[in-house]
């Protein structure tokens, strides 16, 4: 995924074009949240949920709640916390601890020895051929040559994937 240029004038905190269907949604989903359906309505289009996976890469905070429609019935609304010093491009192959937990890694002992970082789920899409990942049973897989299901999550809760990363020294 390439990452947005939020410099450029005429484009959102989060480097879209203004006034864009992504811009909206983002807009939508920094202004208290919305659900898909607020979304479609307003972007007279599709839920421009995949944009919460190029905000998430970003640095910044995504979050889903419960809330209400107009009709009282209750539906996911998503939200988006802005973080005002966002990440550029992540460079994986020299993360160290610190800045694995920064983006949200999660330490999982393999053994005495080994300790690998899950990855949160939002990254899967994020992943660049040729990096080593490894699986919570000890097994070393390459992105692009194995085929890595972003469906296959931790059992430790929802949001991690059984893979991860060894932290660079």
């Given at each position: 995924?390439?990452?947005?240029?939020?410099?450029?004038?005429?484009?959102?905190?989060?480097?879209?074009?203004?006034?864009?269907?992504?811009?909206?949604?983002?807009?939508?989903?920094?202004d208290g949240g919305a659900s898909s359906e607020d979304v479609r309505q307003q972007t007279g289009?599709?839920?421009?949920?995949?944009?919460?996976?190029?905000?998430?890469?970003?640095?910044?905070?995504?979050y889903k709640k419960n809330g209400f429609n107009m009709w009282r019935h209750t539906v996911k609304l998503y939200h988006i916390e802005v973080n005002p010093d966002p990440i550029g491009k992540i460079r994986y192959r020299s993360l160290k601890k610190a800045d694995m937990e920064q983006l949200g890694f999660k330490p999982y002992?393999?053994?005495?020895?080994?300790?690998?970082?899950?990855?949160?789920?939002?990254?899967?899409?994020?992943?660049?051929?040729?990096?080593?990942?490894?699986?919570?049973f000890g097994g070393r897989y390459v992105v692009g040559d194995e085929e890595l299901s972003p469906n296959t999550t931790h059992r430790s809760g929802e949001g991690y994937l059984e893979f991860g990363l060894l932290p660079s020294e």
């Open positions: 995924m390439a990452f947005k240029d939020r410099n450029k004038p005429g484009h959102d905190q989060f480097g879209f074009k203004l006034g864009s269907k992504k811009s909206i949604a983002c807009e939508m989903y920094v289009g599709g839920t421009q949920l995949q944009v919460l996976y190029e905000v998430a890469a970003q640095g910044h905070r995504v002992a393999i053994n005495a020895l080994a300790t690998i970082y899950l990855f949160p789920k939002y990254l899967y899409r994020d992943l660049p051929r040729g990096l080593n990942v490894y699986t919570i």
